[in-house]
């Protein structure tokens, strides 16, 4: 409960700024935008940007936490089919040993 309110706290301290910066840049401006034109007060228009941006950023990035969750999802599915059915399973056996082959290092060994 107290994260709840240091939160709204900070909150409440970012809205009285903001507030603040919107009212000491009151000046009208042009603004165009795809053919649309208008006037608004300068904070306002560059609020409006910054949040614009943050959607740019945040769009794209929600849509792959979405795409990496369902393929983490798929994993832990096929993960737990695979642990359930161990018979499904394929068995990997390990390779037999070669006797008659040199070791990796290049060393010879002498065989009697």
Do not use: Y
């Not at 608004?40 to 609020?47: E, R, S």
């Amino acid at each position: 409960m107290g994260g709840a309110w240091v939160g709204l706290a900070l909150g409440a301290v970012v809205l009285v700024l903001l507030l603040v910066f919107i009212l000491e840049n009151g000046n009208n401006v042009d603004i165009g935008f795809f053919g649309a034109h208008g006037h608004m007060p300068l904070g306002v228009a560059l609020l409006l940007a910054a949040a614009l941006g943050v959607l740019l950023v945040v769009i794209p990035g929600t849509g792959r936490i979405i795409q990496l969750r369902r393929t983490a999802r798929r994993h832990r599915k096929s993960d737990a089919k695979a642990a359930a059915d161990p018979a499904s399973a394929a068995p990997q056996a390990a390779a037999p040993p070669q006797p008659d082959s040199a070791p990796a290092d290049g060393t010879v060994v002498n065989r009697q």
